[in-house]
């Protein structure tokens, strides 16, 4: 049977995984490029990209060899967090070739998030191109399959009304948070927002659409807040310096959290030292952390007087209209099908290409041959160079001639499905007239070169 090169996903998301498992496996933005070269490294690993965000984190390759890529990403997942590889496969999700591509599409076009139809998501997949394009480390299988899903992404939001009344992570933040402080009290609490980048500008934006005056923003430097301040006109927003987070959170009753940093800024001892929060409020401090990994340590929860919540508590929210996320996704699916055809039909477009060069070089090395012996029945001092140059000129037009058919009927850019079975069908026919088959052999040298690089 012959093999070829597979496309995988190897990943786990809010799906499959507690927050406590995909923080220890996620990977800042700036360290993608890094995470390819080390995965693009592996014996069975041709192309890879990472998608990590705060509800997933995954890990796309093109495999030369199925288990042992899989298992090699799967060890390197644990290598890099920590955990066990027999912890993470209780946790993981493993697709392969259509289901892999259908499963990316169905990310980037928001039916696997949280939030149904989010936006966010598909600002975070284009990322993944740019970082691959600055960075030269997306192969030619990967980058065309994230290209692909932006489009479908884009398709989905354009042609169906998924992204109606949508929300964020950011929103659904929001609106857990108004849902825990006692209604009569809700747009008067105060607010406190601690990190003021993508996703820290949205909650301000939702805070603002639920009718919230005022909020305090900690932030690192003052420019980003003054750039949110300059665009939302319709709420107080105070800027207070890092140095003065914990006396920020001190005068407030709900505590946004939404920053990169890669430890805890509230420990159980942070929070023991923070003043109560008055009885109207219902006496406990709100610790809304949308951040991966985790800005508020789970031990915080233990004060009598707050209240933790993180990504996965956001699911309280969306559950609400299931009914209308199931619906919406169905409509989606129509055009999540074409594209993957789409794609799928380019894929296989590509497989001709062995086949052309190898007829080509089967043609050229005959032509080489018969083209010596006739030159040494005719003897070299009976030729002038302009009558060799004509024999050897003669010979590369006949095979020319007679290679142009059968090469006009392996070229397809894999458009229209018919013509590109009729195009699959004539070279598999070419493959066994001429003994071209070589997939295995190309897959088996690629294997080869990267074991001999690693070695050296």
């Given at each position: 049977m012959k093999e070829r090169s597979t496309i995988a996903v190897i990943g786990l998301s809010v799906?499959?995984?507690p927050v406590e498992m995909r923080e220890k496996l996620a990977v800042a933005e700036e360290l993608?490029?890094?995470?390819?070269q080390e995965l693009t490294s592996l014996n069975h690993i041709e192309e890879a990209a990472v998608l990590s965000t705060c509800n997933r984190m995954e890990i796309y390759v093109v495999a030369l060899s199925w288990n042992r890529g899989i298992r090699e990403v799967v060890d390197w997942m644990s290598k890099k967090s920590g955990i066990p590889a027999s912890e993470l496969r209780e946790h993981l999700f493993i697709l392969r070739s259509s289901d892999a591509t259908r499963h990316l599409f169905e990310v980037s076009a928001g039916l696997d998030s949280l939030v149904l139809g989010e936006g966010q998501i598909l600002a975070q997949v284009k990322q993944v191109v740019r970082s691959g394009q600055n960075s030269g480390g997306l192969g030619k299988n990967i980058d065309r399959m994230f290209k692909d899903a932006i489009t479908a992404g884009k398709r989905v939001r354009s042609e169906t009304n998924?992204?109606?009344?949508?929300v964020s992570v950011s929103s659904a933040a929001v609106e857990l948070a108004l849902m825990k402080l006692p209604k009569s009290e809700a747009l008067s609490a105060r607010m406190?927002?601690?990190?003021?980048?993508?996703m820290g500008k949205l909650v301000i934006k939702h805070l603002v659409a639920k009718g919230c005056k005022k909020v305090v923003v900690v932030n690192r430097s003052v420019e980003r807040v003054d750039a949110i301040r300059e665009e939302m006109k319709d709420i107080e927003i105070v800027y207070r310096p890092l140095s003065d987070m914990y006396q920020a959170a001190a005068e407030a009753d709900v505590v946004f959290t939404s920053t990169a940093s890669e430890t805890s800024l509230f420990a159980k001892e942070h929070?023991?030292?923070?003043?109560p929060v008055s009885d109207t409020m219902g006496g406990v401090r709100l610790f809304v952390d949308i951040s991966v990994p985790r800005n508020v340590s789970a031990c915080v929860s233990e004060v009598g007087a707050a209240r933790v919540y993180n990504v996965d508590d956001l699911k309280e929210v969306v559950e609400a209209n299931k009914e209308d996320r199931l619906r919406k996704a169905m409509e989606a699916q129509t055009i999540i099908t074409e594209e993957l055809r789409r794609f799928e039909a380019w894929r296989d477009s590509l497989e001709t290409v062995p086949t052309i060069k190898k007829l080509?070089?089967?043609a050229d090395r005959i032509r080489a041959s018969e083209l010596e012996k006739c030159l040494q029945k005719v003897g070299e001092d009976a030729l002038t160079k302009k009558m060799?140059?004509?024999?050897?000129e003669l010979s590369t037009?006949?095979?020319?001639?007679?290679?142009h058919g059968p090469l006009q009927h392996l070229r397809c850019d894999g458009s229209d499905s018919r013509t590109l079975d009729e195009t699959l069908e004539n070279m598999h026919a070419l493959n066994r007239m001429f003994s071209l088959d070589m997939e295995k052999a190309i897959i088996e040298q690629k294997i080869k070169a990267k074991v001999e690089k690693t070695q050296n």
């Open positions: 799906h499959t995984a993608w490029p890094r995470a390819i998924i992204s109606s009344g949508a406190l927002l601690i990190g003021a980048g993508k929070a023991e030292a923070l003043p080509r070089s089967y060799r140059r004509a024999i050897e037009g006949i095979v020319n001639k007679l290679l």
